[in-house]
């Protein structure tokens, strides 16, 4: 009789522990709560303070000759593979997309980029990871969102913004500004 019980109390005591990691493996554990580009908060960024930031690490950008883009070279072996930044911007002078890519040829590497980002981020919302490759999505409550593409050679990490901070008109009519329009 002694044993029918230790028996039952073992087997109640497993699968409450299996239910228990089932319930915890379907939580989104999520370590930061906001997209960080660079170690800045990517919500809301100015261009000026992450040229700034940028500009600590050595990194310092090239001529795009696009209004609303600026480019960066990451180094010859980059960061984690990744060579290039290409940061968008809107006339506010707010981020609302960085895009950050090279040729990743290491597995390794490209295992690495994926495992870090979900250590930071902790699991995707959207998409497939399997070993630190894959096509995840983490999305944030700020309406920022990180993309990585690292299935392939060609790896991209992109910073979304869906609603960057914009300046509100003065209500003043610039008549200077206006006259050296063409």
Known sequence: MMKKILLTCVLLFLATNTALVKAEGSRKPQIVTRAELFGLPFNDLSLQTLEKRLATMDIHSYPSYKDGVAN????????????DAKVY???????????MFGVVESKEKRQYLGNLLQRKYGLPDEGFMNSGIGRPVWSFEDGSSIHLHNTAYNVSVVY???????RQPSGRIDVEALSHRK
């Open 160 to 166: 979304i913004n869906e609603s960057p901070k914009n």
């Open 72 to 83: 960066y070279s990451l180094g010859r072996s980059g960061m984690l593979g990744l060579t």
């Open 89 to 99: 911007y809107n006339r506010s002078g707010y981020v609302w997309q960085a895009l």
